[in-house]
Structure formats: structure tokens, C-alpha cells
């Protein structure tokens, strides 16, 4: 069910620690320890490099591709403190805009969705997530949720504009502006959701973890008013943290606990299989079944049979 | 003899007439360690004369001879054998020698100044004799002090509290050729050591600067300090630094251009009376003033904070010290001390010593050494056996032989050493040397044993061994600092506090608090710490933990100890921000298992480390960088920092429309044991991982000086990757796996370590690192995912025929072998087939369309339910579309021709979809006027093809309206509206209502209206998958079936006039009634323009995309003419 398309060889010299495709599926870039990161143009099974992004001065340690729609443009965030926003333009890679206002690592960058513009969150070991957005006359302007966890923030991830209230309202006939809302993960053991109410407000902290949050991942929506979000951790669990798009309460389930820490959750485009990775070096894959069960799947026999009508 | 057995410094003293002639050597623990000894053994030698009362030192320019001069008399030394006084003259004088210094100039080297109350003598040389020759008188008090001229070696100054300041040529002795008058008295006269004319007195607090060519005033005051000023002196580069140190207890560094900024400033506990400048790198020593602190400081310019090293072993206070410059064949320096207790110090000042100072050496030698893993990692002791009572007396010929006895006795297969050795030499020192290098090159593991037997067998003698401690003594202060300086930034719940300090015991007892815990953590330090030895660690009473516990916190403890201490570099700082780590990951005991362990003191490795050959644990983190920078950097400093969490080095991510990255770390380094599901295995900050972040600053120590905001804390980091491996958080993950490649990469460690990087090395390492780490795997996982592109590629759209497209798509999910996608279609061509419809219907229902049937709309929902369950969003999307409406112009006006074509098929309620009049219509162009308006005159106006829609459903609203005696008008104002009505301006409140009527009858729709919302959500995230794909065409297909309005433009909008009427329009067609031409006429050809369009922003002239690039392609002004320059305007437009 999973083949490979190609092993990239990214020449990076020392750990990778992040690597993301492209809104298209064209371009992989990866970030490392070795302050750099790379840019590949992969077709056919083979990958030539497009660029190597030097600026940071420390590891760099997540990046995140906008959507085309604005061009060809990445973040990455780094020890060194520093958020920068690349940009292609006329096929060169340059340094778009660096925002250094963290007093700390920054460990996590997301965009927002292409719906509200170019916006970017990054959460930092400083405790605060700064909320990046490209003004209309081609700045950058920043807001800032100080102690947003308080000992660090480690990740970020932003709900999808398709929501329940991005729907139109027939009722009054009027589009009601979607809410901008993230979740966000750090080292006091939260999950915290936050809604754009002229400001950053926290609409919820989803407590379950008993260790530093590592990422969290907010499920792509198809349009149903549900949403979900996962959540790993230092102490080894996932947490699936569901919430019916009516009532302002969330629904704790532990997806597994595993074996090692987790370090990453990261959903399908279509939101019903999980990706699950962490220091054991081991991926798995969860998928949701018809009945709202989760099973595993990157074991190829549990997998099987867990997916009626499917190949 | 007394030998410590711990190792370290063995002090051997032989009693020799009433001199004390003490030999301090420190062997090398191991081979291993041969550089890191290097760097602490500041062997010296101390040669004691007590009968001299010098009350100070001057060393000549040769560095061959040291002047001793007191009230009594006056001593020669050689320098190479201190011990012996070469002459002594008596002096009849009952003042004491103030200050002595020799002619720097060496055809004058013989010259040596001294004062005595209010005169100056020159005293001559001349390897025998030491005769007055010049003798100067002028000032009328004591003379304070005086300085030779750097460059004109017939100069002298000399100051005195006569408040004058005296130049003298000795040529000329009657008077000075200059005398500079200050108000106060002055206490240091200083020279500029790169600017001829200027010099520097001290006056209590205050500097003056003085140009000698204009004596009439200083050139320049500096406030220095509040108190005494008791040392001055000048940067031997920069012209304009000066140094001064004072009795409050400061060194101020000035820029004497700017004398009211203290450029830097150095702060001990005690006053200092000397400090000056290192003749290498960028160093100061510094001298105190208070009882009881008697060691020489070396402090780095780079840092003040704390002194870079400390001489420690006089036993009164250092009255004077000097530079004894290095030899042609070695870059080290010897220190030279004269102390209050009339003992003379040698020191060395080896290469690495000058480097904690700055200093540079332009060929730095290569130290080859093989890493042996049998080595014994135990202080080999050097030390002076002798043999019996009688021939210590023989005094240093036996020294020597001793020597020479036990390497015999320990390696008899060695040749005896060169004749030099053997016919006896100058000094012991030298000797020593020598036989230390034979010793080095003997010990092997088994002539060590002996070694230790022999001086087992000594100990017995009882002859005077001492050990001396000197190197670590002040590393041990620097790390208590280090600690404590901990205490303030572990948290709000946690402290660290250092009691019990011994400083000759080398122990402390730290009491660390946390939230859940206390721990009471003994430590004391073995003498060969931290140069081999780790410290002890003994818990004490009051821990809150329990044994089992203990033993965990202790393991790792050693472990990080062990790693430290294996660089030589100290560890303590290391291990408390290990234990505060760990203590996190601790849960409380209960009381009862606390007092039950109360009593359980846990010792660890005793302190004999020295004599147990202990091998390091096979933790495999022999990485080059581990810990190298040791004390030099705290990442706990910043309490922000000490939280990063631990990196990701491996990851999954789901990109793309079905791709999954994954990366992670390469084989060789995953963790074998990672079975154990123990949640320390991994750690969660980085700062657990002190390699990692003290080797990310290593780098940027190394490359950059920058200093920036961080300071040390967080340097900028050198732009060039390092290839090292060790430079990683991969070097935890290799902490489970035994190296195999040890020797070779202890090689990289070195040339690593010693910074010069070795290019060949870096070559191949890159090579393999690039193989290792960089692999990123994209997978394929779209067949995990509920959609297919290729369905999506052959998906087909009608509006026009539902059944058709069922069909359709039937047929080509049948030929990807989704039979469950064909048996859908095929349903839904069934739903959506022509005779369902109200107008078959009519005859039999009128009051029930086919949608309320249960397999109607029930059915089609239930579908999209379950498709919806399996997150199948193609299936679900695709339904949708099939069923729902459109909303385009373009399509209403085919829809409406093909309808005028069809005849009165259509004339009835339309159930079929795409024939349906509810769609939904764009806000802005519906307004009731248009609808009326354009009842009239039919044209291809969208408002009038909503007219035709009246048109023909007029007899179809009739037939229904039947029934349910409906007025027209509210056919007209049907469900759309209800969409719309936010945008329609006159809509009437007559209106309005007749669109809530005709809302109740929504139900003939076989998608509910009711979850318009949801539909257009699927749609449109089957929408953005699509674009994911690439595939364009089939997005917009899919995006014109959206039922609410898109977002209206927001950006910039052209309008364009009428070619014709000079309407403003926004169409491709003019809204004026009378007019309603296509607006846009193409300059070059002069015909209408439809599709692509170009025109300049400037002038406003255009036409048609074709011809206009043609046109700019050889041309650059506007084509009609007008003078403008079009490119070039443009470019500078968009370029804004």
C-alpha cells in the first residue's frame, strides 16, 4: 500500500530534523543541525538540489512551506532564535524576512491557512508564540502571546479555515468570517487551543499530558464540524483530543502509548491516518476505522481487513 | 619520604646548606593525557635567600641574571640556577632599595637602575662584578619609582614624592635633561611602549599623561580610582591602553583618549599592587596586596570575569615578578617571583597557559599520539627515591642519580640517556626533565606497577614528599563559583547551595532543593582531579530519595564525571545540572523508605582512582567535542535555554495530497536498547545533552569573537559545518554502541582539539557523514488514502445530464477496479434518472417529489454519510457535484439555449439538477430591476438569461403552482434568494416573504439545502486536493458547484471604458443598455479583444495578448503612438 518514490539523498552533514514536500508533492526541503537548509526539486525518482539556505546560526529545527498562492515561500525556525521566511523569487532563494524576537530557541513554525492571508505562528522555548503576518504594503507584522506556556512552547499547528464556522450561515444570509484558531503544545504539559478574538485568546487547555507536549497536530477537516486534534509527548502517549463544533469541551482518548517519546504526530491531507514518530526511530501509521476505532497500520497484518471498501 | 599515592605532584626538597631547593614535577598520568598535563604542570622551582632582605627583583634584559636588592645588600642569581647567589654586595645604606630595574636595550643589558631614598644608581654588570656607575641626585624626597625607555636606552625616569617627575640621559647626571612638576607626589612612572614621548605617573588616585617634550603640564588627567593607585602599566601594542590596579582592589583598563570611560575593568577581593600585561596574548598578571592571598592571577583580557589561571605556592606576598622571555626553541614563557619570604619562583608559562590568554603560536605542534585502549588511566608519580640517609646529603648529583636509578629499576631495557644527563647538570630542573621524558616513553603498564612498588618502598624512608596541588587549586574555586552561580538560575523551585567548603581537603557538600526533593551530595576531589580522577560523591544525611535511586543518580553522575574529567576538563558544574535533571525525573519516596535509608551512605569510587587502573565505561562517547569546552560554557546561564526540548531526529510527516516523508536517524546510530521502555532512555531537553550544546558553541568560540547580546551564552556560531560527528545529538544515540573506529577518530579529536583543522580528514569524514545522516525517504502512501488520482484525472462533469455523468464515472471507477465506486455511480445514475423527475412525477404526486422518497434524498445522503465516514472526500465531493448546482453565467446561458432547444421537456419543474432554476446566483448581478428589465429584450446578458428563465418556467411554475396556488412572483424569488438576500438592495418586504415561502419548498432538491454549508466544505477540500495534483481543470469544475458566493475580489481592479459608449465597465461587455459591445478594442488590429487582454498601465493603450507580444517584442514605445515608453513605465510600476 506504501511504496517508495524516491530516497533523497539531502548531503546534509549532520541530523536532520525536519523535511516537508511542498504544497505540490515537487519540492522537498529539509533543515538540520548543520545550520542549513535544503531545497530539492524531486521528479521521476530523482532529486536535484535547488538550493541550500544558509542563514541560521544554529540548528535549524522545523520548517513549513506556504501555500503557492503567495509563491514560493519557507519558514524555518532555529536554536539560534531566529524565525526566516525564504522566498523564491525569479529562482533565486533569498531571505524574505527574519524575525528575531524570541528570547529563546524557536522550535516550531506553521502557516496558517491560505484562506487568511500569510500568516505565520512560531512557538519558542521562550514561552511565547509570536503570530507573524505579511501586512498589504509588503511588511511583516507581529503579535505576540507572552507566556504562552510557560516554561516553552514546542509546537504549534494551525485548525483548518474549513471549519464548522467557516460555513455560510443561510440562516441570516451572511458569510460569518471564519475564526482563526491554533493549538499549540508545550513544556508545561498543555495542549492549548487559541481563538483570534481581535486578540490571541486561549479558548482551551487540554491537560492529559504528564510530560512536556512535543508536537501537536490539528486534523485536516473535510467539512465536518468536528474536529480533531493529536497530541505526543515526552511521556509516551498520543492523545486524540475531540470536539463536537458545539460544545466548548474536548474528548480525551489515548491513541497508544508507546515505547519511546513521541516527537511528532502529523496528519493525512484527509485527516483518518495518523503518522506517529518519536525517538525509537520507529514510524507508525493509525488509521481511523469506519466504527471510529484507530487501529494501526503500518503493521501490514493488523492493518488488513481494517478497511472495508478500500484498497 | 612521604608519597601520596593518588599521584599528582610529587614535591621532593633536599636540604642543601640553608637553601631550600624544592623540585615540583608532575608526571603524566597517562599518555593519553599528555597534553592536558602539558598544560597544568607549572613545574617551578623555588630557591630560597633568606639572608639576602631583598626587598625586590629586577631580571635583566638576557633573562639571564636576577637582580636582588635590599637595604643590606645586593645579589646577582642566575636565573638558571637560583639557588646559588653569583655575587652579593654588601651595601652600607640604612634605606632600603625602592626599585631596581635593568637597561631593556641590550647594549646596555649590563645597566641596572636602582633607588635608594632620593637617589638613583646605575649599577654595571659585567658577569663578575657589579659596579656604581652613575650615580643620579635632583630629587629632594624619596624616589617612588623608575622606568627605563622603551627606545631610547640612554633615558630614565624617575618620580618621586617630591612631586617631580625626573627624565634623566645618564650622560649627563648633574640634573635631569626634563623635570616635569605635578601638584602631588607620584608613585609609579610608566613609559608608552609604543609612543616614544608619552608616559604615565601615577599620583594616588589619579593618572597624568604626560608628552616629555612639553613638560610644562600633563597632556592628559584620568580619575582612575577612588584609592591608591599602586600599578601602572602600558600595553606593549596599543598605544593608548593603559592599565592601572589599586589598592581598591581594581585593575581599570583606559583608552587615555577618552579618560572618563573605563574601558574594561578587572575586580579581585583583595587590593592589587601590580598588574601588567603578558608579553603574550592578551593577558594581564596580578598581584595582591593582602595577607594570606599570595598567588599570582592570569587573567584573559577577552574575560575579567575570572582569572584564567593561578600561580599558587608562594607563602608571603610577591613583592615584584617579571617575564623571562621565551627560548629561540620553545615558546614558553618562566615567571619569574620574588616574594616577601626572600624565596625566588620559577615558573613556566607553557603554550597552553598563554593560550587561555589569546595568544596564537604560529606553528603549533602536531601531537601525534595513538589512543590505546589498555591504557591505565592511573597519575603516574615521579619521584626522587634516594637511597639511603647519608647520600641525600651529596645534594643534587644524587637527585639526579635517583633518577636515573629508578627508571633503571622500573624499565631496565631502556639506554640509559644521552652523556649530558649522566656528567651532571646546571639544575635539577633540566634533569628532571630529561627523565621524565625517558620515563614517558618506558611506561608501560607494567613497569607502572613497579613504579608504584617503588615508591611504596619509599614511603617508607620518610624523606619529605610532598604533594602539591597547585594547578587544580584554583580550578576548584572557579568551580564552587560555578556552582553557586548555578543556584540562581535553576528555577523558582528548585535551589542550589554549596557548604562545607574545604579548600585543602578539596571537598564541598552541595545541598540541592527541588520541588519533590532534597539531596545532599558530598564531594570531594581527588588530588589527580580533574585530570584523570572524578571526583567522590557521597551522599548525606537528608536526602529524599531512595537507595535505589541513589545508585541510578550516582551511576550517571560518574558517567558524566568520568567523560569530563577524561579531557581533563572539571566536571562539578556538569554533574550538579546532571543531578537536578534527574532528580526531575524522580517521583518521591515515602517517608518510612527514607529513614530507613538515612543511615545508607553510598561512597563511590574511592579516592584512590590514582592507583586503580580504571577504564572509562564503555559509554562510546569518546566523541571528540563531548564536554570539551568543559567550564567554559554554562548552558544552564540562560534559564530559557534550559528548556529546548530534545531535537527530533527522526519523523514522519504527511505531505502533498499523499506523500509521506520520513527521515530518521542512520543505522549505526540507533539505540540498541531501545526495548527498554524506561522514559529516560530518551531525553526530553536538550540541555541534557551537554555535548550537543557545548559543542555548538565550541564552534563559535572558535570562529567567531563577535560578541553578541548572549555573550558566551549563545555566540554567534561559525558559518562553516563542521563534518565532525561528534558535533550532534548523535553522539547520545552512540552512547550504546561500542566504537569501533575508536583510534581513528581520537585522531580527528585531536587535530579537532587542537584546532587546526586537518582537511583530509574533514574530507573523508564528510564523505561518510554524507552517506550517514542525510537520507530523507518519500513514500507513496496514496494507497492509504481514500483517493485516487487517476480517478480524479478521468472523473467527468455535467450539469446537464446527472444520469450521463453517473454513468460515466461508473465506467471509469469500473476501469480502476473500484467496483464499490461503480455500483455507487451506477445508483446514482439511477437517482438522478430523467423519469424521476417532477414532470414525470406530476401526474402521479404532485405533493411528494421524487427527492422526499426515501431513495431520493435519504438515499444520496446515507451514501455521502458513509463515503464522508471513510473520510473518502473524492466520492463524497464528487456526489455532490453530481447533484448539485452550478452557478455561473456561462452555464445558465448554454442552459437556457439548450432549453429553448429542448422544448417543453424542460418546461416543468426541472428536478433534474443542472436544469434546475436553484442554483445559486452571483449577488452582484442579481438585483430585482435586471430581472424585470430585462424581461424584454433577450440578449446573452446574464440578468437576461434569468429573464429567460422566467420565461420558461412560467408554465412549469403554473402546473406546480396548481397545487399550491403560489403567486408567479414568488417563482421568480425562489430559494436563491434566501443566498443572496444580504446582497440585494431593493428588495421589497413583499419580496422577502415570498422567497421564506418558497423556501418551504426546498425539498425538491435531492441534495438538502440545508447542508449547502457542509456540501460546499467537501467540495472545496476536494477542490484543494485537486490542486494538490495539479489537476486544474477538474478544481474549477469542482469550485463552480459551490452554492455559497466566492469571496469578491479584493485586490486591484481594472476597469476598462467602452470603446464605444465610454461607459466604465468591468465586464468583457459594456452594461450599457444601448450599447452592450465588447468594450475593448485592440490598438494594433483595431478588432474587438476577447480573452487575453494586455495593456499598459501607463498610457492605458492595449489589445490583444498576441499582438501586443508581438509588438514589444522588437518595440518598447506604445504602438498607438503616444509617446509612451510602455516597458519600461510598466516595469517601474510593478517595481514599486
Known sequence: MVSVISTVDTGHEDMIHDAQMDYYGCRLATCSSDRSVRIYDVKNGTQTLAADLRGHEGPVWQIAWAHPKFGNILASCSYDRKVIIWKETSGQWVKFYEYSNHDSSVNSVCWAPHDYGLILACGSSDGSISILSATAAGGWEAKKINNAHTIGCNAVSWAPAIGPNAAFDSSTGTRTAPVKRFVSGGCDNLVKVWREDKEWVEEAKLEGHSDWVRDAAWAPSIGLSRTVIASCSQDRRVILWTNDGVSSSWNQRVLHTFEDVVWHVSWSVTGNILAVSGGDNKVSLWKETVEGQWVCISDVNRGKGSTPGQQ | ?1136
Not at chain 2, 429553448?900 to 438585483?927: A, F, M, Q, V
Not at chain 2, 459591445?1077 to 488590429?1085: A, E, K, M, W
Open chain 2, 1 to 1136: 619520604m612521604r608519597v601520596d599515592a593518588s599521584g599528582g605532584l610529587v614535591r621532593a626538597s633536599v636540604v642543601q646548606d640553608h637553601q631550600l631547593v624544592v623540585m615540583v614535577r608532575k608526571f603524566e598520568p597517562s599518555s593519553r593525557k599528555k597534553k592536558m598535563t602539558a598544560k597544568w604542570s607549572n613545574e617551578y622551582v623555588v630557591a630560597q635567600h633568606r639572608d639576602l632582605q631583598a626587598s625586590t627583583m629586577a631580571l635583566d634584559s638576557s633573562g639571564q641574571y636576577v637582580l636582588l636588592a635590599g637595604r643590606r645588600c645586593l645579589a646577582i642569581v642566575d636565573v638558571d640556577n637560583p639557588s646559588v647567589v653569583i655575587k652579593k654586595f654588601p651595601r652600607q645604606s640604612k634605606w632600603e632599595v625602592g626599585s631596581a630595574e635593568w637597561n631593556p636595550h641590550s647594549h646596555y643589558s649590563d645597566l641596572c637602575a636602582i633607588s635608594s631614598n632620593q637617589r638613583t644608581e646605575i649599577l654595571s654588570w659585567n658577569s663578575v662584578d657589579l659596579t656604581s656607575t652613575h650615580c643620579l641626585r635632583f630629587h629632594t624626597r624619596a624616589v617612588s619609582d623608575l622606568n627605563w625607555h622603551h627606545f631610547e636606552p640612554t633615558l630614565l625616569a624617575s618620580c618621586s614624592v617630591d612631586t617631580y617627575i625626573n627624565i634623566w640621559d645618564f650622560r649627563d647626571t648633574r640634573k635631569p635633561c626634563v623635570s616635569l612638576s605635578a601638584v602631588v607626589g607620584a608613585t609609579q612612572v610608566r613609559w608608552n611602549r609604543v609612543n616614544s614621548h608619552l608616559l604615565a605617573t601615577a599620583h594616588e588616585g589619579d593618572v597624568r599623561l604626560w608628552d616629555w617634550r612639553k613638560g610644562s603640564s600633563p597632556v592628559q588627567y584620568i580619575a582612575a580610582h577612588l584609592h591608591k593607585i599602586h600599578g601602572l602599566d602600558w600595553s606593549a601594542h596599543q598605544e593608548y591602553q593603559l592599565a592601572t590596579s589599586s589598592q581598591d582592589c581594581t585593575v581599570k583598563f583606559f583608552d587615555v583618549n577618552n579618560p572618563r570611560l573605563v574601558e574594561n575593568e578587572l575586580r579581585t577581593v583583595s587590593p592589587i599592587w601590580r598588574a601588567r600585561f603578558t608579553p603574550f596574548g592578551e593577558g594581564m598578571m596580578t598581584t595582591q596586596l593582602r595577607r594570606g592571598e599570595n598567588s599570582l592571577l592570569l587573567w584573559s583580557l577577552s574575560d575579567l570575569s575570572n582569572p584564567v589561571h593561578s600561580f599558587l605556592g608562594n607563602n608571603d606576598l610577591v613583592l615584584e615578578f617579571d617575564w623571562k622571555s621565551s627560548r629561540s626553541d620553545d615558546d614558553d614563557y618562566q615567571l619569574i617571583t620574588w616574594s616577601k619570604d626572600q624565596s625566588l619562583r620559577i615558573w613556566r608559562v607553557d603554550v597552553n597557559l598563554q593560550k587561555l590568554c589569546g595568544y596564537e603560536p604560529e606553528n603549533q605542534p602536531q601531537i601525534v599520539y595513538e589512543e590505546n585502549e589498555s591504557t591505565f588511566d592511573i597519575s603516574a608519580i615521579d619521584a626522587i627515591s634516594t637511597k639511603s640517609d647519608k647520600e641525600i646529603e651529596v645534594g643534587l648529583e644524587v637527585v639526579e642519580e635517583t633518577y636515573l636509578d629508578l627508571h633503571h629499576s622500573l624499565a631496565p631495557t631502556i639506554i640509559v640517556p644521552d652523556p649530558l644527563r649522566l656528567a651532571g647538570h646546571k639544575t635539577v630542573a633540566a634533569s628532571i626533565a630529561a627523565a621524565q621524558a625517558v620515563l614517558t616513553n618506558t611506561l608501560s603498564p607494567t613497569s607502572h606497577r613497579k613504579n608504584i612498588s617503588v615508591l611504596t618502598l619509599n614511603s617508607n624512608i620518610g624523606v619529605g614528599l610532598d604533594v602539591i596541588s597547585q594547578a587544580e587549586h584554583y580550578s576548584f574555586n572557579k568551580e564552587i563559583d560555578q556552582i553557586k552561580s548555578l543556584g540562581s538560575i535553576v528555577g523558582a523551585d528548585n535551589s542550589v547551595s554549596v557548604c562545607d567548603v574545604d579548600e585543602t581537603q578539596r571537598s564541598l557538600t552541595t545541598v540541592i532543593r527541588t520541588a519533590k526533593h532534597q539531596i545532599v551530595l558530598h564531594v570531594s576531589l581527588p588530588s589527580s582531579y580533574p585530570d584523570g580522577a572524578i571526583p567522590n560523591f557521597v551522599f548525606g544525611k537528608g536526602n529524599t530519595i531512595d537507595t535505589n535511586a541513589r545508585s541510578k543518580i550516582l551511576k550517571v553522575l560518574k558517567q558524566v564525571a568520568t567523560l569530563s574529567c577524561r579531557k581533563g576538563h572539571p566536571s562539578l558544574e556538569l554533574v550538579i545540572q546532571t543531578l537536578l535533571t534527574s532528580i526531575d525525573q524522580l517521583t518521591p519516596v515515602d517517608k518510612s523508605e527514607t529513614e530507613s535509608s538515612k543511615n545508607i551512605t553510598l561512597s563511590v569510587n574511592s579516592s584512590t582512582t590514582g592507583n586503580t587502573p580504571f577504564r572509562l565505561p564503555q559509554t562510546g562517547l569518546g566523541h571528540p567535542s563531548f564536554l570539551q569546552t568543559g567550564g567554559l560554557f554554562s548552558s544552564l546561564t540562560h534559564h530559557q535555554d534550559h528548556n529546548i526540548p530534545y531535537p527530533r531526529s527522526s519523523g514522519a510527516r504527511f505531505c502533498s495530497a499523499g506523500m509521506l516523508i520520513c527521515f530518521g536517524r542512520p543505522s549505526y546510530l540507533r539505540r540498541v536498547n531501545s526495548k527498554t521502555s524506561d522514559t529516560s532512555t530518551t531525553p526530553r531537553s536538550l540541555s541534557v545533552n551537554q555535548a550537543y550544546t557545548s559543542s555548538l558553541v565550541q564552534h563559535s568560540l572558535a570562529a567567531s569573537s563577535n560578541t553578541t547580546p548572549y555573550g558566551l551564552l549563545y555566540p554567534p556560531v561559525a558559518q562553516s559545518p563542521t563534518g565532525d560527528p561528534s558535533v550532534s545529538i548523535s553522539s547520545f544515540y552512540n552512547q550504546d554502541r561500542r566504537q569501533k573506529s575508536r583510534t581513528s577518530k581520537s585522531k580527528n579529536r585531536l587535530s579537532s582539539y587542537s584546532s587546526s583543522s586537518d582537511e583530509n580528514k574533514k574530507g573523508t569524514q564528510d564523505t561518510r557523514q554524507h552517506k550517514v545522516v542525510g537520507m530523507v525517504t518519500i513514500y507513496d502512501a496514496s494507497g492509504l488514502m481514500p483517493l485516487q488520482l487517476e480517478l480524479a484525472e478521468r472523473y467527468v462533469f455535467s450539469d446537464v445530464d446527472t444520469a450521463w455523468m453517473c454513468n460515466q464515472n461508473a465506467a471509469v471507477a469500473a476501469q480502476f477496479g473500484r467496483k464499490d465506486l461503480t455500483y455507487i455511480w451506477s445508483l446514482g445514475a439511477l437517482l438522478a434518472t430523467p423519469t424521476l423527475t417532477v414532470e414525470n412525477n406530476t401526474h402521479q404526486d404532485l405533493e411528494t417529489p421524487w427527492a422526499q422518497n426515501p431513495f431520493g434524498r435519504k438515499l444520496l445522503h446515507s451514501i455521502i454519510e458513509h463515503y464522508v465516514k471513510l473520510r473518502d472526500i473524492q466520492t463524497v465531493a464528487m456526489l455532490c457535484c453530481a447533484f448539485g448546482y452550478k452557478c455561473d453565467s456561462q452555464e445558465i446561458f448554454r442552459r437556457k439555449t439548450t432549453r429553448s432547444e429542448s422544448g417543453s421537456r424542460n418546461l416543468r419543474w426541472g428536478l433534474k439538477p443542472g436544469e434546475s432554476p436553484y442554483h445559486t446566483i452571483h449577488p452582484g448581478d442579481t438585483t430585482l430591476e435586471s430581472w424585470n428589465v430585462s424581461k424584454q429584450t433577450r440578449s446573452n446578458s446574464w440578468s437576461d438569461s434569468l429573464a429567460g428563465f422566467a420565461d420558461d418556467f412560467r408554465p412549469g411554475i403554473n402546473s406546480v403552482s396548481s397545487g399550491r396556488q403560489l403567486p408567479i412572483a414568488s417563482i421568480f424569488l425562489p430559494y436563491p434568494m434566501s443566498v443572496i438576500s444580504g446582497n440585494v438592495p431593493d428588495v421589497t418586504e413583499e419580496c422577502k416573504d415570498l422567497s421564506l415561502d418558497f423556501c418551504r419548498n426546498k425539498d425538491f432538491r435531492l441534495l438538502d439545502p440545508k447542508f449547502n454549508g457542509l456540501f460546499d466544505n467537501y467540495r472545496r477540500c476536494y477542490a484543494d486536493i485537486l490542486y494538490r495534483w495539479g489537476l486544474l481543470e477538474a478544481r474549477v469544475l469542482v469550485l463552480k458547484y459551490l452554492s455559497t458566493p466566492v469571496d469578491p475580489h479584493r485586490g486591484v481592479d481594472f476597469v476598462t471604458e467602452c470603446f464605444h459608449c465610454k461607459t466604465s465597465v468591468r465586464g468583457p461587455q459594456c452594461t450599457n443598455a444601448s450599447c452592450k459591445r465588447v468594450p475593448l478594442n485592440c490598438v494594433i488590429c483595431r478588432v474587438f479583444v476577447k480573452g487575453s487582454a494586455s495593456f499598459c498601465l501607463v498610457c492605458g493603450h492595449g489589445g490583444h495578448g498576441k499582438c501586443m507580444s508581438h509588438w514589444f517584442a522588437e518595440e518598447g514605445v506604445c504602438p498607438t503612438g503616444c509617446g509612451c515608453n510602455c516597458l519600461l513605465e510598466n516595469n517601474t510600476v510593478f517595481s514599486v
